[in-house]
C-alpha cells in the first residue's frame, strides 16, 4: 500500500497536480486532490517571485498561474485587485495593456472543470474582467475623445496621424459612427482622405454602414461611400453602384461609382443594363436578406442584424436590431428607391412594387411615408389599390395591407367593395383575414364605405363585428391532456401566469372550446398532449389549422420521451408549433411559454388595444342595429353579446345593443343583468331602461317559464334594499303593461297575457 501511495504522489509531481483516480487490482484506493505549492514547482515559486507593486503586474501574475493550472494560488492576489476599487483611468489601462481578447479568456480559463476553480474565484475574475472591458467601452463611447482623434487626422504630424487611425480602427461601433457623421460634416478633401483611410481598416464592421450610406447618402458623403465600396469590393453595393453610374445629378458620385466598378475589372453598364441589374438584385432580395446585412453581424443574444441607416438631412449615422423578415423588406424598400434615383421612368407593376414595400416598412417601423410617393400614391384608382392588397397579401406584406386598406377606406368609393363577377374584393375578402391587424382594418374600411349594404363578401362583416366584440379580456388558454393530471395540471399553470386556461382530455373538447365564439379571438396559446385521443393529437391540430381564425395560434405539442423524435417533424411542417417533452411545475410552463412566444413573435395584440377593437365593434353593431342594416348574420351570431356586457369597461356597449337587437336572449340578458345582485344600482337601472325600450319596439319576447322566474325573483327580494326591489317592480311594470296591452289588442291571441300569472307578486 504505501509504495502504491509513493507511486500516486511521483506521478502527481511530474503532472504538476491534479485530480485524479487510479486502479490497482487487489489495492483500495480513494482518490485524492494534490495541489503542488510553490516550493514543490519551481515555475510557480518564479511567478511569485515577480513584482505586484501595481494593479497591471497583479494582472499579469494571476493570468500566469493561470495558465501554469493553479487558481488556488493566484486566488489571493486576485481578490487583492477585486478589493482594490479600481478607478477608471486604471481600468482603461489594463484594457489598453492586455487587450480584451486576453481578459476574456481569464473568464473562460476559470470555468474549465479541469482547472478545478473556485467558485469565489469564477465571481471575482467575471467582476473584474466586466469592470476592465466596461470601462474601455465607455472610454471609446467618449465624444470628446473620438472627436480629438478624428482632429488629429489632420495634424501635420504623419506620426499623429498614424496613431489616430490605429485607436479609431479599433473603436468599434462608436469610432465607425463618428468617422461617418465626420464624413457628412466636413468638406475639407484632406480629412475625408484620412477617413476613408480610417474606415477601410475597420473591415468587416464598415461594410453595411457603407451600403447605407451609398444608397441613403447625397453629394460627398455619397461620392465617399462608392469609392469606399469599390475599394473593399462589397458585392451588395454592385446594384447600387451601377445605377449611381448612370446618375445624372451627382456628377461627382457617378464618376466615383464608375472608378469602382472598373476597379473590378467590370463593364461600364447602359442605363438599361443597371436597371435590369438592380431589378433582379431586388427580386432575389425579396425572397433572402442580403449577406452583407444577415448572419456576419447577427446579434445572438438578440437574435436580430444590425440595419444601418443614413439620414441624409441630419447627416447621421444610427443602427438598429432587426429580424430577419424585416431586414429583408428595409433591404429590398431600398433598393427599389435606388431604382428612382435621377428620374428614371418606373413602369407600374415595379411602381406598385416600391409603394408596397414603402408602406410595409412604414408599417414595420413606424415611420411615415416619403413625400416623394404622394403623387403615385394619390394617381392610384381604386381598382389599383385592391390590386396591391391582394398582392400584399399574398407576399404576407401585411403591415402594407394594412396601410392599403385604410387608403381603399379614406377614398370612400363604394366601387372598392364591387366587381364585375360574384367574388369579392380583395377589401371584402380580408374580411376573412387570419391576420388580426388586417381584418380590423378591412371592417373599419367597409363600415366607412357600405355599412349597410349587401356585396361580394359581405356575410363576413357579421362574424367579424362578434369577433372583435368579444376579443377583451384575458388572453385564453387551450390546454389538451391525454389524462385528467396533465389537463388539469398544465391549467392551473397558465392560469398563474394570467391565461384564462381551460382543460381538455379529448380532442372534441379541445376543439369545441377553441371553436366558442365568445373566447376564440382571445386564443393566445395551445397546448396539445401527443398522446391526445377522440380525435388524435394530429387530426386535432389539422382542425385548429384549418380555422382561418386559428391558423396562427402558437401550439405546443408536448410529448412522452419516446415519442420526441416521431414528434419533431411536426415543428418543420408547421408554423408557430414547438415540440417538447412533457413538463410538470410552473417555473417549466413558464419557460415553455416564453419560448412559444419568442418563436412564433407576439399573436394578441395588447390588452388595451383588444379593448378598443372591441368597443368599436359593439358600437358599430349598435349603429348598424339603428341605422338598418343587410346582414342576416348580425341577429343569428348576437348571443355572444350576453358575455361581454358583464366586462365593466363594455357594460355600456353592450347594454346599447342589447337594447336594440329585439331577440328573446337580448331581453332575457337584460332582465337577468338589471336582476344581478352583484351589479351596482346604476347599472341595473340602465339595463332596466334598456328592456323597456326593447319591449317597447319590439314586443315581449319572453316565455312563460322566464317571465315566472322574474316573478320569482321579485318576491324573493323581500329583504333587499329599496333600490334593488324598485329596480325588479320596474321590470316587472314592463311586462304587464306590455301584457295588459295586447290583451287589449289581440284578447284571444295573446300568449303573452296568459303567460301573466295574476296576482303572482306583491307590489307596492
Given amino acids: 500500500m504505501a509504495s502504491t501511495r509513493l507511486l500516486t504522489l511521483f506521478v502527481a509531481s511530474l503532472l504538476g497536480g491534479a485530480t485524479f483516480a487510479t486502479e490497482i487490482p487487489g489495492v ?126 489632420s495634424d501635420k504630424s504623419e506620426v499623429i496621424q498614424r496613431e489616430a487611425r490605429s485607436d479609431l480602427s479599433v473603436g468599434g461601433e462608436p469610432a465607425l459612427t463618428a468617422c461617418f457623421n465626420a464624413l457628412g460634416a466636413t468638406e475639407e478633401e484632406d480629412l475625408r482622405a484620412q477617413l476613408l483611410t480610417t474606415l477601410a481598416l475597420m473591415r468587416p464592421a464598415v461594410e453595411a454602414p457603407t451600403l447605407a450610406v451609398l444608397a441613403e447618402g447625397e453629394g460627398l458623403v455619397q461620392r465617399d461611400a462608392a469609392e469606399l465600396a469599390g475599394h473593399l469590393r462589397i458585392d451588395a453595393a454592385l446594384p447600387y453602384l451601377a445605377l449611381l453610374s448612370v446618375r445624372g445629378d451627382n456628377p461627382p458620385a457617378s464618376q466615383a461609382a464608375r472608378n469602382a466598378l472598373l476597379k473590378w475589372s467590370l463593364p461600364l453598364p447602359s442605363s438599361d443594363e443597371a436597371f435590369e441589374l438592380a431589378r433582379r438584385d431586388l427580386t432575389a432580395m425579396r425572397k433572402s436578406p442580403p449577406t452583407v446585412l444577415d448572419s456576419p ?73 416619403s413625400d416623394d410617393l404622394k403623387p403615385w400614391i394619390e394617381s392610384l384608382s381604386v381598382d389599383e389599390l385592391n390590386s396591391m392588397l391582394a398582392e400584399a397579401i399574398k407576399r404576407e406584406y401585411y403591415a402594407g395591407a394594412v396601410i392599403c386598406i385604410e387608403m381603399l377606406g379614406e377614398r370612400g368609393d363604394t366601387n372598392a367593395l364591387v366587381t364585375g363577377t360574384h367574388q369579392p374584393t380583395a377589401l371584402a375578402a380580408a374580411l376573412a383575414s387570419p391576420q388580426r391587424a388586417v381584418r380590423f382594418a378591412a371592417l373599419q374600411a ?114 412522452p420521451g419516446d415519442r420526441l423524435r416521431e414528434m419533431e417533424p411536426l415543428a418543420r411542417a408547421h408554423s408557430n408549433l414547438l415540440v417538447e417533452p412533457r413538463l410538470t411545475g410552473a417555473e417549466a410552463m413558464e419557460r415553455l411559454v416564453q419560448r412559444l412566444q419568442t418563436a412564433s413573435g407576439p399573436q394578441l395584440p395588447s390588452a388595451e388595444v383588444r379593448m378598443a377593437q372591441a368597443k368599436y365593434a359593439l358600437e358599430t353593431v349598435t349603429k348598424l342595429l339603428l341605422e338598418g342594416h343587410a346582414y342576416d348574420e348580425l341577429i343569428r351570431d348576437s348571443a355572444v353579446v350576453s358575455g361581454t356586457l358583464y366586462d365593466p369597461a363594455l357594460t355600456e356597449a353592450s347594454l346599447d345593443v342589447l337594447t336594440n337587437l329585439g331577440t328573446q336572449m337580448s331581453q332575457l340578458a337584460l332582465a337577468d343583468y338589471a336582476s344581478s345582485r352583484t351589479q351596482t344600482v346604476q347599472q341595473r337601472r340602465a339595463a332596466q331602461a334598456g328592456f323597456a325600450e326593447s319591449v317597447d319596439h319590439f314586443g315581449l319576447q319572453l316565455t312563460r317559464t322566464q317571465l315566472l322566474r ?55
Fill in 28 to 153: 483500495d484506493f480513494v482518490p485524492v486532490e494534490l495541489t503542488l505549492d510553490a516550493s514543490q514547482n519551481p515555475a510557480v515559486a518564479a511567478v511569485l517571485e515577480q513584482d505586484r507593486d501595481t494593479p497591471a503586474e497583479k494582472l499579469r501574475v494571476v493570468m500566469t498561474l493561470l495558465d501554469l493550472g493553479y487558481p488556488g494560488t493566484a486566488e489571493p492576489i486576485l481578490n487583492e485587485l477585486s478589493k482594490a476599487n479600481l478607478d477608471a483611468k486604471t481600468l482603461i489601462e489594463l484594457s489598453d495593456r492586455f487587450g480584451s481578447a486576453r481578459l476574456v479568456r481569464i473568464v473562460r480559463q476559470s470555468r474549465e472543470p479541469a482547472l478545478r476553480a473556485t467558485p469565489a474565484f469564477r465571481t471575482a475574475a467575471a467582476e473584474l474582467v466586466q469592470n476592465i472591458l466596461d470601462a474601455a467601452a465607455e472610454r471609446a463611447r467618449d465624444p470628446q475623445r473620438l472627436a480629438k482623434l478624428i482632429e488629429q487626422l
Fill in 297 to 369: 453581424q447577427a446579434d445572438p443574444l438578440s437574435g436580430g442584424s444590425p440595419w444601418w441607416n443614413w439620414d441624409s438631412q441630419t447627416k447621421q449615422l444610427t443602427k438598429t436590431e432587426l429580424a430577419a423578415r424585416p431586414l429583408r423588406i428595409r433591404s429590398a424598400a431600398r433598393l427599389a428607391r435606388a431604382l428612382t434615383w435621377g428620374g428614371m421612368p418606373v413602369a407600374g407593376d415595379l411602381r406598385e412594387t416600391l409603394l408596397l414595400l414603402s408602406w410595409e416598412e412604414a408599417g414595420v417601423t413606424g415611420e411615415r411615408l
Fill in 446 to 559: 367597409v363600415m366607412k364605405l357600405a355599412p349597410g349594404r349587401r356585396f361580394p363578401g359581405s356575410s363576413h362583416v357579421a362574424p367579424t363585428l362578434w369577433y372583435f366584440a368579444t376579443s377583451a379580456g384575458d388572453p385564453v388558454a387551450l390546454a389538451g391532456g391525454s389524462t385528467v393530471a396533465h389537463a388539469n395540471e398544465w391549467a392551473g399553470s397558465l392560469r398563474g401566469l394570467g391565461y384564462d386556461a381551460t382543460p381538455a382530455v379529448n380532442g372534441r373538447g379541445l376543439l369545441l372550446a377553441a371553436f366558442d365564439r365568445s373566447r376564440s379571438s382571445r386564443l393566445a396559446i395551445v397546448l396539445l398532449d401527443a398522446n391526445l385521443d377522440r380525435p388524435n393529437m394530429r387530426e386535432t391540430l389539422y382542425q385548429l389549422r384549418s380555422n382561418p381564425a386559428l391558423r396562427n395560434v402558437p401550439v405546443a405539442v408536448l410529448s
Fill in 710 to 764: 322574474q316573478y320569482d325573483r321579485y318576491n324573493e327580494s323581500e329583504g333587499s334594499d329599496a333600490e334593488s326591489q324598485a329596480v325588479l317592480s320596474g321590470l316587472l311594470d314592463v311586462i304587464e303593461s306590455r301584457a295588459r296591452r295586447r290583451k287589449r289588442v289581440e284578447p284571444s291571441n295573446s300568449v303573452q297575457a296568459e303567460s301573466i300569472p295574476a296576482g303572482s307578486a306583491t307590489k307596492p
